[in-house]
């Protein structure tokens, strides 16, 4: 079983910085993607930033040069660093990663998703 777990929301202030951090962890064999999305009551998930194995990376225009995703490859591990944060900016971010993982049973190694609990940002004055 793989387990992804956030940290790092919290209210800040229009203009301000957060970071937010994601680790993956348990039977894991490699990690092909890890991304962060959000999602506001009433509105579907969608996609904030991603970065694949090999270091390539994709943002949402809403937040392409104010946010960058990074990625330790080592420890397993992504963040998501937040600058010039805006209030449409607040929702629940999620934590998302595709590995593959040991097949049960002696079956071949098969590729899954895993998502976190999310972590509540809120940008307020």
């Known amino acids: 079983q793989v387990q992804v777990v956030e940290s790092g929301g919290g209210l800040v202030q229009p203009g301000g910085s957060l970071r937010l951090s994601c680790a993956a962890s348990?039977?894991?064999?490699?990690?092909?993607?890890m991304g962060w999305y959000r999602q506001d009551p009433g509105k579907q998930r969608e996609m904030v930033a991603r970065?694949?194995?090999?270091?390539?990376?994709n943002y949402a225009d809403s937040v392409k040069g104010r946010f960058t995703i990074s990625r330790d490859n080592a420890k397993n591990m992504v963040y998501l660093q937040m600058n010039s944060l805006k209030p449409e900016d607040t929702a629940v971010y999620y934590c998302?990663?595709?590995?593959?993982?040991?097949?049960?049973?002696?079956?071949?190694?098969?590729?899954?998703?895993?998502w976190g609990q999310g972590t509540q940002v809120i940008v307020s004055s």
């Open positions: 998302y990663a595709e590995v593959l993982e040991p097949g049960r049973g002696g079956l071949s190694p098969v590729r899954s998703g895993y």
């Open positions: 348990g039977s894991i064999i490699s990690i092909y993607v």
């Open positions: 970065v694949v194995n090999g270091g390539s990376t």
